[in-house]
């Protein structure tokens, strides 16, 4: 499966001791990635990219978990408020 949809996408193949080594683009920066399988449709990053996703998801995370704290704190104080009534 994975040899003919490669060959079907123009996916570069080249052979490293015997076995199919494919060469997929980064989906965001467009080098060539090794790879010793070929999936169509699967989004394949060089290791720089990894990187930058790692740190972006790290961020994200960082970011919603500030978000839900900083929303607990606004209904912490609403039920203090209600209780004062």
């Known amino acids: 499966m ?3 949809e490669a060959k079907e996408d123009k996916i570069p193949l ?3 001791g015997g076995f199919p080594c494919y060469h997929p683009q980064c989906a965001w920066c467009g080098t060539l990635v ?3 399988s070929y ?3 699967k989004q394949y990053l060089c290791k ?4 930058y996703k790692k740190a972006i998801d ?3 995370k960082m970011e ?3 978000l839900l704290n900083k929303q607990s704190s606004i209904n912490k104080n609403l039920i203090v408020d209600d ?3």
């Open 14 to 16: 080249s052979f490293e």
């Open 2 to 4: 994975s040899y003919k």
């Open 83 to 85: 209780s004062k009534k």
């Open 39 to 41: 999936v169509r449709g």
């Open 34 to 36: 090794n790879s010793s």
């Open 48 to 51: 720089k990219c990894k990187q």
């Open 64 to 66: 919603k978990e500030l």
């Open 58 to 60: 790290e961020i994200e």
